[in-house]
């Protein structure tokens, strides 16, 4: 019987990215909770953009991962992906519907679905581009920032804070580590 063609792919150790295997320093009260989504990010947003550097990855959640000059994590914030709070608003209202999230023409609405729009999808850029304020305040007025997925590229298009957006920032940094940690 032949070997099966991913054979030499799989072939050796089990590996994954963890506080345990992270190449840059977890600088966080709890390193071990640090996910590896966000270890990811860090390696390839360093790489590709050297630090200091905020990294805002809109998956799930919407993570904000503060770099530092060296490469380290410093810490960040968490807050809830948009959809995920449109979905938990328009399940438990009971006069509330689910509406496409896209940018209303005025914040003030005319009808429920716009009223939605404007409060979850401009509510939502004013979140982020406030978070980004505050990093800016506390850590550097010039902090380049990176967005990364789903709705990343959303939030690049309308906010002048975000500099670059790449969709694939997670998986370059699993490859810069994969290729890096090789036994």
């Known amino acids: 019987m032949a070997p099966h063609p991913l054979a030499p792919l799989i072939s050796g150790p089990v590996r994954f990215l ?4 992270s190449p840059i320093p977890l600088l966080v ?23 200091p550097l905020l990294i805002l ?4 959640a919407i993570n ?7 490469g380290a994590f410093l810490g960040g914030a968490i807050a809830p992906e948009m959809e ?13 519907y689910a ?4 940018i209303p023409r005025s914040v003030v609405g005319k009808d429920t679905a716009s009223n939605l729009q404007a409060g979850i999808v401009l509510g939502y850029l004013d979140l982020v581009d406030g978070l980004i304020a505050r990093f800016r305040t506390e850590v550097a ?3 380049p920032v990176i967005a990364t997925g789903g709705r ?5 298009e309308e906010l002048d804070a975000i500099e670059h957006f790449d969709p694939f920032l997670t998986q370059k940094g699993l490859q810069i580590w994969w290729t890096s940690s090789a036994p």
Request: hydrophobic share 40%.
């Open 141 to 143: 007025e010039d902090l």
């Open 84 to 96: 995920l709070a449109a979905r938990a608003l328009t399940e438990t209202a009971a006069q509330l």
């Open 29 to 51: 009260d709890r390193p071990g909770n640090v996910g590896a989504d966000r270890i990811a990010n860090s390696l390839a947003g360093h790489a590709l953009h050297g630090g």
């Open 18 to 21: 963890s506080a345990n295997t």
């Open 99 to 102: 509406v496409e999230l896209q």
């Open 57 to 60: 990855d809109f998956g799930t």
């Open 152 to 156: 990343g590229r959303l939030f690049y």
């Open 64 to 70: 904000f991962d503060l770099i530092g000059q060296d």
